[in-house]
Nanobody, 125 residues
Framework: QVQLVESGGGSVQAGGCLKL?????????????MAWFRQAPGKQREGVAS???????RYTGPVKGRFAISKDTAKTTMYMEMNSLQPEDTAMYYC???????????????????WGQGTQVTVSS
């Protein structure tokens, strides 16, 4: 059973930055595709970024050029650096893992098998 635990969320002003961390444990954890999702109140969960076992990365449109996903296999940890944060980035952020290539290619929540509990990011104007 893969377990994911997020941390690093908080409250910042517009233009600020945060770095989220997802600690991974369980069997063959980094053989999975991994991704970050977010869900704002009243909205559907949406993909943000994804990464493969060989560090290929993808981003969705709203965060391209501002967010950076990475992982440290030795520390069994995935990160997301978020820069130039805007109020519309306010959401609960979740890390996820799964064996479906579509988790990486399309960053769809339906393709994730394992989820963390989430960490809140709030950006004020």
């Amino acid at each position: 059973q893969v377990q994911l635990v997020e941390s690093g969320g908080g409250s910042v002003q517009a233009g600020g930055c945060l770095k989220l961390t997802c600690t991974v444990s369980g069997p063959a954890h980094f053989s999975y595709y991994m991704a970050w999702f977010r869900q704002a109140p009243g909205k559907q969960r949406e993909g943000v970024a994804s990464i493969t076992g060989v560090d290929q990365t993808r981003y969705t449109g709203p965060v391209k050029g501002r967010f950076a996903i990475s992982k440290d296999t030795a520390k069994t940890t995935m990160y997301m650096e978020m820069n130039s944060l805007q109020p519309e980035d306010t959401a609960m952020y979740y890390c996820a893992a799964g064996s479906s290539p579509d988790l990486y290619e399309r960053i769809l929540p339906t393709e994730a098998r394992y989820w963390g509990q989430g960490t809140q990011v709030t950006v004020s104007s």
